[in-house]
């Protein structure tokens, strides 16, 4: 006799933003460059109201908030008028569109912190049936960073 013992979802998709990197040394990665993310979700708890974990939808939008975008840290922003967005770090000045630019509240934009905004973002509009959230970010076919949040 088998038993309910967890439920789980799953979701995979990529985007491709830009960004740079802060860094105390020396690396091609302080230039401005992209990458195609890939994002893996997992999701566990019980089903809400509607029979679901989790809205597969808020997933999709926030791939929308950042795909073909140029990432940073709200410590580099300058300013922000007018529809645009001045960002200055790495001897780099930036004046971009605002809609161009996802600023993330985080101290840089490595594969790491973006998995952890990720994953915040999710548990702001996860219900209480949600028990543990893991975001995986893919950097390349090589390269990720994982985050899981457990209430």
Not at 20 to 25: E, H, I, N, Q, T
Not at 29 to 46: K, M
Request: proline share 3%; glycine share 4%; net charge negative.
């Amino acid at each position: 006799m088998f038993r309910l013992v967890e439920r789980k979802i799953g979701w995979h998709k990529d985007f491709d933003s830009s960004h740079f990197l802060a860094l105390p040394y020396d690396s091609k990665c302080l230039r401005i460059h992209g990458h195609t993310y890939n994002v893996d979700v997992e999701i566990w708890g019980e089903l809400n109201e509607n029979g679901m974990i989790f809205d597969f939808n808020h997933l999709s939008n926030l791939i929308k908030r950042l795909d073909h975008r140029i990432l940073v840290s709200e410590n580099w922003v300058l300013d922000r008028r007018d529809g645009r967005v001045v960002v200055e770090k790495n001897g780099k000045r930036l004046e971009l569109p605002e809609d161009e630019v996802v600023i993330l509240d985080k101290p840089n934009v490595t594969a790491e912190y973006i998995a952890e905004w990720f994953a915040e973002r999710i548990a702001e509009k996860a219900g209480e049936n949600v028990k543990r959230i893991l975001v995986k970010v893919w950097e390349d076919p090589r390269s990720y960073a994982q985050v899981v949040l457990e209430r």
